[in-house]
């Protein structure tokens, strides 16, 4: 006959059980990466996504999805860039400064991707998720590769007639090999993969674009902070794509 003493032992041992079961025994990291997270707190943040959703009814046949690296593209000294590559797309500049993956996705599930019908969305995204240095967490190359995947869904999801031109993250740094660049360039071999998952992504690295010739030292000609393309970096980039937009615009 089990006493009151031993009842109460037993209900705490199976209530340690069943808290155990529910929460204890998945030791799996929160993808931050990958959790839809805006950043409306920001006043100028909030505007541009509200002026984006202005912008969509205006056709674009090309849209750029990013961070600062394609936002910068809004700046007055790369009109050459536009009137060259861009504007002949009534391209849609979707890129924010600043954005990492779960920016991105919070922004395509508010309207961002409403009312259009591109037929390429260029995505470049992933090097603010391993900027340790104005942000307080840093992902690793398996987050990234599951946060870029899930923007490609959300793409694919809503816009089903568009083709994706997934970028590989651009090198970064003075020195190479650095930490942040390190995890861009495993970021960038696992999402490299993608077209073999769906035949919409087609994947392309153009980081070698931006080394000095036969080095793996980043040109601060055309990256002056050796992270964003200046104008010559832009008109350099797209110069390169040029052909792989045309291709699939057909």
Partial sequence: MINKKS??????????????????????KV????????????????????????????????????NSILH??????????????????NTLN????????????????????????????????????????HFPTINNS?????AIWKICEIIREKLPNTEILLLGILPYGNNIPNFRNTINQKTNKLISKFPSKNTHIHYIDIGKLYYYPNSTKVNKNLMPDYLHPN????????ERLENEIEKLMK
């Fill in 7 to 28: 009842e109460n032992r037993i209900k705490i041992v199976f209530l340690f059980l069943l808290i155990f079961t529910m929460y204890g025994f998945s030791d799996k």
């Fill in 31 to 66: 993808n931050t990466a990958a959790i839809s997270t805006d950043r409306l707190e920001q006043k100028w943040w909030k505007e541009r996504h509200e002026k984006i959703l202005e912008k969509l009814d205006s056709n674009p046949q090309l849209i750029l999805i990013g």
């Fill in 72 to 89: 910068t593209l809004d700046y007055p000294d790369r009109k050459i860039v536009w009137e060259k590559y861009l504007d002949k797309y």
């Fill in 94 to 133: 979707i890129g924010f400064s600043g954005d990492r993956t779960e920016n991105v996705i919070w922004r395509l599930q508010h309207g961002e991707l409403e009312k259009i019908n591109p037929k390429i969305a260029l995505l470049l995204i992933g090097t603010n998720n391993t900027d340790g240095n």
């Fill in 142 to 146: 398996y987050e990234l590769e599951e």
């Fill in 231 to 238: 104008k010559e970096g832009h008109m350099l980039m797209f």
